[in-house]
């Protein structure tokens, strides 16, 4: 499958961005999707995921409540809601698929099979 990651862009501290992507391939609806941000010199960080199926939702805890996750099956997409953006939001923000993952296992990077290319999101204070 290939991701196709877009929205991103220069916004104020306050303002609001949606992100989406993309799915090509296989049934979209047999993923568990997810989005991840790296900032600049850190890590690759969980920030949201949605399972396949159930439908159940995660958020790390700094976006919880600022941050909402959907799909849209019939779409193939996958969208990232930002409200409230923070300074520290800033990153590159990658969405990613995956087809075998447990709940245990929804913040870990390295469960998903699939990645796109990324969006910026940059935030000013």
């Known amino acids: 499958v290939q991701l196709q990651a877009s929205g991103g862009g220069l916004v104020q501290a306050g303002d609001s961005l949606r992100l989406s992507c993309v799915a090509s391939?296989?049934?979209?609806?047999?993923?568990?999707m997810g989005w991840f941000r790296q900032a600049p010199g850190k890590e690759r960080a969980f920030v949201a995921a949605?399972?396949?199926?159930?439908?159940?939702?995660y958020y790390a805890d700094s976006v919880k409540g600022r941050f909402t996750i959907s799909r849209d099956n019939a779409k193939n997409t996958v969208y990232l809601q930002m409200n409230s953006l923070k300074p520290e939001d800033t990153a590159n923000y990658y969405c990613a698929a995956g087809t075998a993952i447990i709940t245990s296992t929804i913040r870990n990077p390295q469960g998903y099979n699939y990645w796109g290319q990324g969006t910026l999101v940059t935030v000013s204070s």
């Open positions: 949605e399972r396949r199926g159930v439908g159940s939702t």
């Open positions: 391939g296989r049934t979209f609806s047999s993923y568990t």
